[in-house]
Nanobody, 118 residues
Framework: QVHLVESGGGLVQAGGSLRLSCATS????????MGWYRQAPGNQRDVVAT???????NYADSVKGRFTISRDNAKNTLYLEMSNLKPEDTAVYYC????????????WGQGTQVTVSS
């Protein structure tokens, strides 16, 4: 069982920046893959960025060059640095931890709202 708690969302003007944090209840380095997802009203939940235990990083094309995913192993915290924010980035952002045993199992945080005004 992994508990995830996000923080750092809020209201920002277009072009601004925010940093999201996700605190984990277990050693973050023990989690094979962590990531950030987002869901806008009426849309499905989409991947924003993922980071593996081996430090492989992937970004959605829409955020490349603007968002940076990272982790602090000592603090057991995952981050998403977001810059040059656009109104289309408005969504609820969710932290995800994926573990593997007989099958992949996903754990989710409660979500944090990011609103970008034009």
């Amino acid at each position: 069982q992994v508990h995830l708690v996000e923080s750092g969302g809020g209201l920002v003007q277009a072009g601004g920046s925010l940093r999201l944090s996700c605190a984990t209840s277990t050693s973050i380095f023990s989690i094979p893959t962590m990531g950030w997802y987002r869901q806008a009203p009426g849309n499905q939940r989409d991947v924003v960025a993922t980071l593996t235990r081996g430090d492989t990083i992937n970004y959605a094309d829409s955020v490349k060059g603007r968002f940076t995913i990272s982790r602090d192993n000592a603090k057991n915290t995952l981050y998403l640095e977001m810059s040059n924010l656009k109104p289309e980035d408005t969504a609820v952002y969710y932290c995800n931890a994926r573990l593997y045993s007989a099958y992949p199992k996903d754990y989710w945080g409660q979500g944090t709202q990011v609103t970008v005004s034009s």
